[in-house]
């Protein structure tokens, strides 16, 4: 690559930057559903064929959004898990730790939250693409769900999933497999502990706890070590 084809790539590397920050700031004005590459284009100052020439279509924009938005989410989860595994956290600590992350990250970016967890946009169909970003949050709680099952951190559940296996065979291969007796179910528990995270923090996210609870950060740490029951895991309460 010569040094014209250098250059070249690093302007498109700007202005799709530009481009993606101009659309954030728009998500938090008009929502996802009134993205426009119009409006992009006004407010970031380039004309509409330069947003067109690195995004041709909304979806596009939009594609590169969630994936941007997954991302960053998954990598808060995974610095967090890093630093408490460091510290020698025990994997209710670990998982703590994580779901505190992804709290902070949701209410420090609430217009992306809304966009991977929030109401669908009308017209819009996540690609293929979002998937390996999208899966970067609940591969966080499955290494922590592994290691706890793998160290013994796990009391083994009054209730087994009743009739065949409920799940596809993608998630199994995700974890590495399905555990033997007492913990076989322990999948299906893991994507209840996810779904209620994500549940939990819409609900926060968008104040529907605030008047019910007198300490939004204390009742999430409560919440969290509640849903871990579900999957037979301590979540140390009072730390941090």
């Known amino acids: 690559m010569d040094v014209s084809e250098t250059n070249a790539t690093n302007d498109d ?5 530009l481009i993606k920050d101009t659309a954030r700031q728009q998500l938090v004005k008009v929502g996802a559903g009134g993205l426009s590459l119009d409006g992009v284009a006004r407010d970031s100052g380039l004309a509409v064929s330069d947003v067109a020439a690195v995004f041709p279509h909304r979806d596009d924009l939009l594609t590169a959004l969630v994936i941007d938005a997954y991302n960053a989410s998954g990598a808060a989860m995974e610095r967090a898990d890093e ?12 998982l703590l730790a994580v779901t505190r992350a992804l709290r ?13 967890y929030g109401s669908p946009v009308p017209g819009y169909h996540a690609p293929q693409d979002t998937v390996p970003p999208a899966s970067r949050t609940p591969a966080v709680l499955g290494g922590i769900v592994r290691t706890a099952l793998m160290g013994g951190e796990l009391t083994p559940p ?13 998630a199994v291969e995700a974890f590495g497999g399905v555990p033997e007796a007492p913990f076989s179910d322990i999948i299906e528990r893991g994507i209840v502990l996810w779904s209620n995270l994500i549940g939990l923090l819409v609900f926060q996210v968008f104040s529907r706890t605030h008047d019910s609870v007198s300490d939004e950060a204390a009742y ?5 070590a509640v849903a871990a029951e579900t999957i037979g895991l301590e979540v140390p309460l009072g730390e941090g």
Do not use: K
């Not at 590397?13 to 930057?17: F, H, L």
């Not at 630093?83 to 670990?94: H, I, L, P």
């Open 13 to 17: 590397t700007t202005r799709a930057a």
């Open 83 to 94: 630093a408490a595994t460091a510290a020698g956290a025990s994997a209710g600590a670990r």
């Open 104 to 116: 902070q990250w949701s209410f420090d970016h609430v217009a992306e939250f809304t966009l991977i």
């Open 158 to 170: 009054r209730r087994a999933v009743p009739g065949p296996p409920l799940l596809l065979p993608a």
């Open 220 to 224: 999430f740490d409560y919440a969290i």
